[in-house]
């Protein structure tokens, strides 16, 4: 994070003037320095970005329905049902019906789940989530309409891609 930090200031303090080229940069840092870091989590915990990002959710609200599980991830509900289907066959989380109304699952985390969140590389949202999570809303809001201008820019916009995790974290 440090190192993206730094790499920024330098582009910033060598481009004087801003161009959709300058810009198109720190795209490109931000998108290479997410899948850089997924691959690394990958690598060092045998799990993808997001199914640790899972993980580090029902660490911190045992019980999620997979519904809730994939807003707090935003994520389309299948392909989150999809990737607890991978953790569940995985031994990572464990499904559990409630009593009352069959049809409600509750998702925790196993004892396998819980070391490999223990000793898995941080942030375990992953760079960009967290960066983000870390802003001040005005911030934040900012950022949001500025890009929802650059997306009114695109031609055959497919605002479904918006629920779907990055190519690299699945």
Known sequence: MVELQQRSRTMGEKAAQVSPLSVLQRFRVLIRTAQRHSQWIERQSGVTGAQLWAL???????????????????????????????????EMIRKERTSADQRVVRLYLTEQGEALLARAPSPARGVLPEALRLLDQESLRDLQDDLDALLRQIKDLDAGFGMQPLPFAE
């Open 56 to 90: 580090q959710e029902l660490k911190e609200v045992p019980g999620l329905r997979v519904g809730e599980l994939a807003n707090r991830m935003a994520l389309h509900q299948s392909t989150a049902s999809n990737m607890i289907d991978r953790l569940e066959g995985a």
